[in-house]
Nanobody
Framework: QVQLVESGGGLVQAGGSLKLSCTAS????????MGWYRQTPGKQRELVAG???????NYLDSVKGRFTISRDNAKNTVYLQMNGLKPEDTAVYYC?????????WGQGTQVTVSS
């Protein structure tokens, strides 16, 4: 089973930046579209950003212009650079395949943005 490990979250003030990383236990990124998802209590997990095997990206409207997804296939790692963070970005962030997610989600990484 693929193992996904997210890191890089933390507590920042509004307007600040964080860079999240997600490392997989095997080489999956080069042949799959990967994405960053986020979830807050009581809400469904939502896809924030995705990157295809060819490098094309797409973003949730609310993060366009602020977040950038990228990947390093050699390191089995996908990143999410988050700038201009807002309190509404507060959530647990996960990475996974898009759209057919792996059943075993990672533990996620908490991002908290204070106003």
């Amino acid at each position: 089973q693929v193992q996904l490990v997210e890191s890089g979250g933390g507590l920042v003030q509004a307007g600040g930046s964080l860079k999240l990383s997600c490392t997989a236990s095997e080489s999956i990124f080069s042949r799959n579209m990967m994405g960053w998802y986020r979830q807050t209590p009581g809400k469904q997990r939502e896809l924030v950003a995705g990157i295809t095997s060819g490098g094309s990206t797409n973003y949730l409207d609310s993060v366009k212009g602020r977040f950038t997804i990228s990947r390093d296939n050699a390191k089995n790692t996908v990143y999410l650079q988050m700038n201009g963070l807002k309190p509404e970005d507060t959530a647990v962030y996960y990475c996974n395949r898009v759209p057919n997610v792996y059943n075993n989600w990672g533990q996620g990484t908490q991002v908290t943005v204070s106003s």
